[in-house]
């Protein structure tokens, strides 16, 4: 199985990077993903919009201290309040639970379904089962569907 990082920039709707693993969950994922954009265009993000899969205490850490406010939803925990602090928890941990706990923290997050229709638009145009084997011939095949979704996306904001 492989898993697919696809990085989109959320006002334009289109994508800004791929990278394609073998492993099975996200998590320690999002720091080299805000290191290929800032590779490929100069800049860093100072907003993140992610799943929560890559929810990880380092990595709220780590974006705090660079000033990146990470969205990304609160556990789903029945036990207690996940907005409340844990113990042991870093200031960038604290900072986002209660980002995630405000409305609006919860409307900035809710911006990030815009980046679901690439993965939409992949799986309508038969990225569905991959026929190929090996990490660098799957991104190869993301790359064309990405390449055709980025054009669409620019010819129908009247970029192209």
Known sequence: A???????AVE???????????RGNDHGLLQPAIKEIK?????????????????SPADFESLHSQKIELFCPLPRNSRSDPSLP??????GTLAWRSRMASEQGRAQYHRRFATERVHAHMRNHGLRRLLVRGVEKVKAVVL????????????????A
């Not at 334009?12 to 073998?22: E, F, K, P, R």
């Not at 590779?39 to 929810?55: E, H, K, Q, S």
Request: net charge positive; hydrophobic share 40%; charged share 20%.
């Open 2 to 8: 492989y898993n697919i990082q696809v990085k989109a």
């Open 12 to 22: 334009v709707g289109h994508v800004v990077g791929i990278s394609v693993t073998d």
């Open 39 to 55: 590779r490929r265009y100069g800049v860093r993000p100072t907003r993140v919009l992610a799943d929560g899969g890559y929810a």
């Open 86 to 91: 844990k113990p042991g928890d870093g200031p």
């Open 144 to 159: 064309w569907h990405v390449h055709a979704f980025n054009f669409l996306q620019f010819k129908r904001l009247g970029l």
